[in-house]
Structure formats: C-alpha cells, structure tokens
C-alpha cells in the first residue's frame, strides 16, 4: 500500500493566528490572536485549510446569540474545518506533521453519563468550536485531541474535508430514523443539511427521497444532486393538504416512512406530521423557534417514532469521511464558492442572502490561488 499523500508540513514559528471574531451582532474584526500550544500528550496542532459557514455561525454574527447560547465576549467564529497537522503531542500515534484532516469541533468530557454511554453529543460539558464561550475554527492554528482529527483519504480533498461537519450532522440524522433499504423518505428543507439528508438517505438505500422546500432553485439543484422527487408547498395551503399533496406527487399513498425535518420551520414540521405514514419515523433535526404549534394528535394516532438529532456522535464522522471517499456523496457540488481569509465577512454576507449553499473560507495560512 502507498503512504498516505501528506501536504508539506508548515513551519508554525511563520504562520499566523490571524481569527475571525466576532465582538457584538454584526460587528466583526479580524484579530492576532495568540498562537495555541499544545495542552495534552494526545494534543494535536492543526493549520486550519477551510472552513464552511454554517447556518448557526451566520446567526450568531446577526444576533449574537442561540437559543441560550449569548456571545458576551468576543467570540473567533466557524466550526466547520479541515486543516494540515503541524505539530503532535508525545502520546499521539496514528497522526503525524503533514496528514491532512477533518476537524470534529467538539469536545465532550469523556466522563459523564452521556459520555460514558457513547452520547458524547449530549454532554453538557462540552466545548464547542463558535458555541460561546468557546472559539472558533476561523483562525489559523487549532488545537485539538487527535481522536478528534480525522486523517482524510488521498482521494478526499481539504476543501471536501470542510464538508465533513455538516456531512456528519446529516448522517447522524439518518441513522437516528434508522432507514432501511427500499424505503421513502421526505426531507423538509434543501438547505446544506436537508441536502445531505438526501444523499446520506439515498445511500442508506432509500429508494424514494422527496426534498420539499420553497424555493425552486434549491429543489432544482435537490433533484441534480440526490432527491428522486421535489415538491414546493403551496402558500396559504393547510398542513393536511400540502402533505396530500406531497403524498401524491411522490406516489406515496400511504405517507413516507421516514420524515425528516431539515428546515425547523413550523409549517413544514406540521406538514412532517401529517406526511409520515402509520407507524413511520419522524426526526426533527432542523432548529428554528424554541416552540411551535405541534400536530401531536397526528403523533399520537399514527403511533409515530419521533427523535431529536443533535450533531453527531460516535461513528458520525467516519462514515461521512467513507461517504465522500466512495463517491457516494459528492459533496463538492455544494461548494459555491471558496474565498481567500481577508474576505470572510463577505462570505457570510453571501450567506446571508441565501444565494449561495456553501461558501469556503481559505485559512490565513492557506496560501492556495483562489
Ligand atoms: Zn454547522
Ligand atoms: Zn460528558
């Protein structure tokens, strides 16, 4: 077997620590931050090469905060990277200077009950890259434990290895509804997790995969990329009839077997509700309010399966990673645009306008031609 490709290992006396930060809702500044150093025997120092914007890195630069999570202080933003190993802590095996890698942004504390029980997404200690307080991966040197540093494949690319976070997201969403082969599945929302959710769910051997959103352009690209069917709600159409609807157009009278919701928006979860068959699965994986009016006697009557999903857990990261290395899932079609470290605020401004699906951001040390 041929040694792993390894990128040229950068010398990190000349890189920079340059970060993203965030210091009030719409007030941002780029920031030398001092550089991190090794804490721990199974540390890892990585060069980050890009970074995805998330949907939440977006919310965070808008209101300053999520849910209960509130930036009081300033806060490096980004939580979705891939970078090049600089440097390894003493303990480390299996990682060296060089070995490209996906960065799982969070740490939980390995001892709790959640922890102890495989649930590490469920800890309430974790540290979270871009979940205040905690820094985020929009800089130039991170640190992290190595069991948290994936080594890419030769075939997968760094820019690829950004994808890996939100890729994982959406494989721990599909095996929360536990898809089997042959089966229907609907996707509320063809934003870059409801996308994922297509194409993890197709792989998963789902033989129907209908993606619903609001805007034609997405279910455009929804259809190219992984979805059997799309369909548009209608406005001012009930929960009931667009489901109808839905069942209809995707030759599913008796409602899909799974439903997921990647959008967390009322209407659609209503709809989820009232689209999923007797007996079927419903994960709730979008985040949108806090509550919503909730069709629970659809829940109730059709003895529906209804599960949370919360990033990822044990696993969700290397079957992302096998995903994109066996073609499975091409996640370089979601990449619109990959801009070098000086233009990040625009990036997110892009975002922001929704004209885009997922737009990169070059680390300060990355020097290739963009
Ligand atoms: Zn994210
Ligand atoms: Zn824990």
């Not at 259809?223 to 548009?232: I, V, W």
């Not at 030759?251 to 799974?258: C, E, F, H, S």
């Not at 801009?339 to 605020?345: D, W």
Request: net charge neutral; with cysteine.
């Amino acid at each position: 077997m041929a040694a792993a490709a390894k990128a040229a290992v950068p010398d990190k006396d000349k890189m920079s620590n340059l970060s993203f930060v965030l210091n009030a809702p719409r007030d941002v500044c780029f920031a030398e931050q001092p550089k991190p150093a090794l804490g721990d025997a199974h540390d890892v120092l990585v060069a980050v090469d890009y970074t995805g914007i998330c949907g939440s890195d977006v919310h965070y630069w808008q209101h300053g905060s999520i849910g209960h999570f509130v930036v009081r202080d300033p806060m490096v933003l980004g939580h979705e990277s891939a970078g090049t190993v600089v440097e390894t802590g003493s303990a480390v095996t299996g990682l060296g200077p060089g070995d490209r890698v996906a960065l799982e942004p969070g740490s939980g504390c390995r001892r709790c009950p959640d922890c102890r029980a495989g649930r590490y997404n469920l800890c309430e200690s974790m540290v979270f890259a871009a979940t205040p307080p905690h820094h985020g991966t929009l800089t130039g040197l991170w640190v992290a434990p190595a069991d948290l540093c994936y080594r890419l494949p030769d075939t997968v690319s760094l820019r690829e290895g950004a994808l890996v976070e939100p890729l994982a997201v959406a494989v721990h969403i599909v095996r929360q509804a536990g898809i089997r082969p042959g089966q229907s599945v609907a996707v509320m929302g063809a934003g870059p997790v409801g996308l994922l959710c297509a194409a993890v769910a197709r792989a998963h051997g789902a033989a129907t995969v209908v993606s619903v959103d609001i805007v034609q352009a997405k279910l455009d690209f929804a259809r190219r990329f992984a979805a059997t069917h799309t369909y548009m709600p209608r406005p001012r159409t009930s929960p009931p009839d667009n489901a109808a609807a839905i069942r209809a157009h995707a030759g599913l009278p008796r409602g899909a077997d799974v439903v997921i919701d990647a959008s967390g928006a009322e209407p659609s979860i209503q709809t989820s509700l009232h689209l999923v068959r007797m007996g079927g699965v419903y994960v709730q994986g979008g985040m949108g309010k806090a509550d919503i009016s909730f069709p629970i006697m659809a829940l109730c009557l059709k003895e529906v399966t209804a599960r949370g999903s919360f990033r990822y857990g044990p696993g969700d990261y290397e079957l992302a990673i096998q995903l994109i290395a066996s073609g499975q899932v091409d996640v370089k079609q979601l990449i619109s645009a990959v801009v070098p470290f000086s233009q990040a605020e625009e990036a997110f401004r892009r975002v922001q306008e929704g004209q885009v699906i997922k737009m990169l951001i070059a680390g300060p040390n990355n020097d290739d031609n963009i």
